[in-house]
């Protein structure tokens, strides 16, 4: 079991929950991730690590609650305890001295940016990175962007915090006003992450994208999480999350996310009932 030692709601439906888990805190690197079961009868969900405290024994988790497994994970309180964290899984994060280096976050995605931006710095790179969102309610760790980064542009869909507009727009500027830039990573939405790659192709630059497919076990067991990168077959959990942006088959991977969404839909509008009700769970 792993305590609940932090709790947070970065915004509406978005929290933060820090986790005694002291074997993945001392071995986890900007990058990889963890698998979580709430409890015994729930559905395994893969969260970023987006910290940890080695000393503490803990690490630091950020998600949506927009599935039944998620919304149960916000349920809880400071004192409660998760039943199983594995991890940490996947690649870390390449990390070496590129030179100027661009880091885009959309959403919740935002999260997994932190520890890379951080690792990007402390080798010796100029980071500059780009917080979107749809509202000024939904923009998330602009503070913690900021220890890291040398300038941090955040834009909301809305235009109700910075530019008005998406982050492929911000990132289009900075391009043209920097001039060159070493290395993008983007982390969202599929549809941003293959705009953004789209982006930066035609200008030869390296750019990094985190999948997130359906992933049940994180070991490549399941092979559920299979993507198409460069013609070849991968699966995210063990051959990534990270993979080269102007490779992925975006389509693909969109297709895979759309089959389980009815089955989740109706998961949590089950859950969303019983919890009216006050009902035990079905499973």
Known sequence: MHEIVAKQELAPNTHLVRVRAPLIAR??????????????QSERVPLTIVDS??????????????????????????GEAVSDIAGPLGKPTHIE????????????????????ARALAEAGNRVVAINGARTKEAVILVDELEKFCERVEICTDDGTLGHHGMV???????????????????????????AVA???????????????????DGTG???????????????????????DGHLVDFDKLMARQKVYREF????????????????????
């Open 221 to 243: 067991m399941c092979g559920g999480c299979r993507v198409d990168v460069g013609g070849e077959r991968k699966f995210a959990c063990v051959d990534g999350p990270e993979f």
């Open 97 to 116: 001295n590129f030179g100027l280096c661009i880091v885009l976050g959309g959403g919740y995605g935002v999260a997994p940016v932190v520890p890379i």
């Open 27 to 40: 071995k986890r690197k900007a990058g990889q991730f963890v698998i979580v079961m709430v409890d015994k």
């Open 168 to 194: 492929t727009a911000v990132l289009e500027t900075l391009l043209g006003e920097y001039g060159q830039v070493d290395f993008v990573l983007a982390i969202g939405p599929a549809p941003m992450m293959r």
């Open 53 to 78: 405290d080695p000393q503490e024994g803990t690490i630091t988790l950020v998600f949506q609650a927009v599935g039944k497994s998620t919304m149960r994970l916000a349920q809880l309180q400071v």
């Open 264 to 283: 989740e839909g109706e998961a949590r509008l089950q859950y969303e009932h019983s919890c009216k009700l006050n009902l035990p769970q079905k499973e």
């Open 198 to 216: 789209n982006m930066t192709k035609p200008l030869a630059i390296p750019t990094m994208v985190s999948l997130n497919p359906i992933m049940v």
